[in-house]
């Protein structure tokens, strides 16, 4: 009997600190060169395995092998943060020093624990929804925000930033894992929204309320105005405002923002130059009944929302960051509370649209309701 897909997928998986430790304790394979060469040997055959995993299936969605595959960088990711953090040793040292230095960074270390936990254990329960006919869309939809957002910041972080001039080959190993989600999120969204069974008079009802007689939505409109407002703020904070508010900003509550490892300066113009129009177009949604796009583009946006708010948070406080750019300990809590709720408010808005979607569904053509054809 064989075991479920994704047991072997999470037993495929754990062979990724092993392959470290070997390379880490054989010299020939600690040049740069070697290193990607062998990186990029050693994720093609766990490609073939995969197919070998699977090869009994009928018909495999083709997601399956991008899951699957970054399953089994998820442990090489959770594997380097445990190292440097001074959980484990001898696995991660070669490679930092001859492969991605800016691994090493405090970012890249919250990056890894995300990716060694959440990420992982969200490919487990796809793949376990995907064999068992069950649908894994909006999780997907979770991780592609997520993992886009990630790749947009670390690419031009690391080109920007100090380690900018320390590039070796093995960073370019981060192509291929830097198309794949865009890949996945084109074929997710072409996909149908999956939409529960409302009756048309529940949605006429729904949509027939002001945003002054839905609390929660204007509630949740006012936070998003609130993360707009940040979120301008900032940006204009990294691109040297010489006001003198910025300046306090940058110097007494978050100095990591000019850490020169240039992430969090990317994340800022992300936020400003992206996230800054979804959460116009949101409010939008939460004022203009029918706006069904909402159920997809809420989750998207969480997922990227909460993973680079992770990060940010985590690295402003983690001792890998030089003293001088840590948030100092007596604006810790203003400081904290501003970034989760940056994260949290995209969450809440997710949560939502996805518990009560009648609002943002079709209109009902007139005429067509369950009551007005009855009077008919």
């Known amino acids: 009997m ?14 990724a600190p092993g392959v470290l430790y070997t390379m880490n304790n054989i010299p020939a394979f600690q040049e740069p ?24 299936k009928t018909k495999v969605d083709p997601l399956f092998y991008v899951f699957a595959e970054f399953s089994f960088t998820c442990m090489v990711g959770l594997t380097n943060a445990l190292e440097q953090d001074g959980f484990i040793s001898g696995f991660m040292s070669f490679y930092i020093k001859k492969g991605e230095p800016h691994l090493s960074t405090a970012y890249a270390v919250m990056m890894s624990y995300w990716e060694g936990v959440v990420h992982f254990i969200l490919f487990l329960t796809i793949i376990h929804r995907m064999f068992t006919g069950k649908s894994y869309r909006n999780l ?3 991780w592609v925000g997520s993992s886009i957002a990630h790749q947009i910041v ?118 400003l130059f992206y996230a800054l129009p979804l959460l116009i177009l949101f409010i939008y949604g939460l004022t203009t009944p029918g706006c069904s796009w909402m159920l997809d583009w809420t989750l998207f946006f969480a997922g990227a929302m909460v993973q680079t708010q992770w990060c940010h948070i985590g690295a402003s406080l983690h001792s890998r960051t030089p003293f001088t750019y840590r948030v100092p300990a007596d604006k810790r809590w203003p ?12 969450a809440l808005l997710a949560l939502r649209c996805h518990n009560n979607p009648a609002y943002f569904m ?15």
């Open 154 to 271: 670390l690419i031009p972080g690391v080109v920007i930033g100090k380690y900018g001039s320390n590039i070796r080959p093995a960073f370019w190993r981060n192509i291929p894992f830097f198309l794949a989600p865009f890949w996945a999120a084109s074929l997710l969204f072409s996909r149908p929204t999956e939409m529960p069974v409302i009756t048309a008079d529940k949605v006429a009802a729904e949509q027939k309320k002001s945003l002054l007689s839905r609390p929660v939505d204007l509630l949740l409109s006012l936070l998003l105005l609130g993360c707009m407002a940040f979120s301008v703020f900032r940006g204009f904070v990294v691109l040297d405002c010489p006001l003198d508010f910025c300046f306090t900003y940058i110097y007494q509550y978050e100095p990591y923002l000019k850490d020169p490892v240039g992430f969090p300066r990317v994340m800022m113009l992300v936020y």
């Open 362 to 376: 079709k209109p009902v053509p007139k005429g067509q309701t369950n009551d007005q054809k009855k009077k008919d």
């Open 33 to 56: 060169l070697p290193i990607l060469g062998l990186g990029m040997v050693i994720l093609g055959s766990v490609l073939l395995l995969l197919l070998l995993a699977v090869r009994h």
């Open 140 to 142: 997907g939809l979770l």
């Open 2 to 15: 064989r075991p479920p897909v994704e047991v072997s997928v999470f037993l495929l998986s754990l062979l």
């Open 335 to 346: 400081v904290i509370a501003l970034n989760v709720l940056l994260a949290a408010a995209p």
